[in-house]
């Protein structure tokens, strides 16, 4: 039978493919096959990529994690982090509330597998971190320390303290919670609450975090930890000032720069200094929507891993294509 018009020919196909079992499955570098073969070394790595390219040779990855390796590498990169997990794509077709589970789940079997019981650990609230400590389900002994106060309206179960208590009833470490509201009438009134015993106390861990688990929020409505205890003024007033992110209510603009606002003095929550002083700080931001306020927050250094989904990972890649980062000092 003679072969279809513009097919390969059987006997090259079959040595191209032989060519690459060599280099992909039993190991052999192209110099050794370019000398079996009789060719150039360069000629089979002509050969090689022909051979991706055509079909013939199909790389997978059978990864434990659902993420997207080519989508964790490019931001990893383009935002010099240390680690990027990236949601697969298909998580574009599900519900918000069933991203944030997976989102949650990634962000969880990444803590289980890098904590050490020399640890000290905060985590501040947000639903995204809530859904991380509903997977967590080991995790060594270490202290639990909350980042920020409760905020106003949320229903026990989402609460920061309750999540500090799921977390440590499954590593045994010492709870350090803070029983108050994120967000005080006044300056005044939080130094009060921040001078009580039991808050004192957990506000004294924050000089000894060596890994932190935050959100990363939008300033609009249903995106901040912040935005909506706060009145139509003055919630104005802040975005007037560029505020674009928001993390455990420290705000920072387009640029990744802190946006100083009176909102730092009525908030019972860790300083930015104390977080950017955390050598691994974990932050989860996904949803399209969000790619901004992400691509802010990554721009301020602060954060070390980044658990994001492929809906906000395309845009980020845009914004950092538009506008990459700085070159650092020395290069």
Known sequence: MSRKKGQPPLSETLRLATMARRFYVQ????????????????????????ARESGLVRIEFDLPAPV?????????????????????????REPKEVVRRRVGALA???LEEIAVPEDV??????????????????LPRCPIVQLCGVQAGMDMRGRSVETVSRVTSVSG????????????????????LRHQPGIAETFAQFGKLTKAVVSIGAWTSGESTVYDALDDAERAAIAARGATAE??????????????TGLTHHVLAISREELVAVPEVIAIGYSRPKAEAVDA?????????????AAAAEPLLELARAKPLPPLPGT
């Open 68 to 92: 997207d390796v080519e989508l964790c590498d490019e931001v990893r990169r383009a935002y010099r982090l240390d680690r990027a997990l990236v949601l697969e794509k298909s998580s574009m």
């Open 297 to 309: 927050v990554l721009r301020s250094g602060m954060v070390s891993t980044l658990v994001t989904d």
């Open 108 to 110: 969880a079997r990444l």
């Open 121 to 138: 650990i905060g985590m501040s609230w947000a639903r995204s971190v809530n859904a991380m400590t509903e997977a967590i389900r080991t």
């Open 27 to 50: 190991g052999h570098s192209k110099l050794e096959i370019a000398d079996e073969f009789g060719v150039s070394r360069f000629k089979v790595a002509r050969m090689l990529d022909s």
């Open 247 to 260: 993390v455990a209510a420290r705000l920072f603009d387009a640029a990744g720069t802190p946006v100083s």
């Open 173 to 192: 470490g010492d709870a350090y919670p803070i029983f108050g509201p994120l967000v005080l009438p006044d300056q005044r009134t939080t130094e009060i």
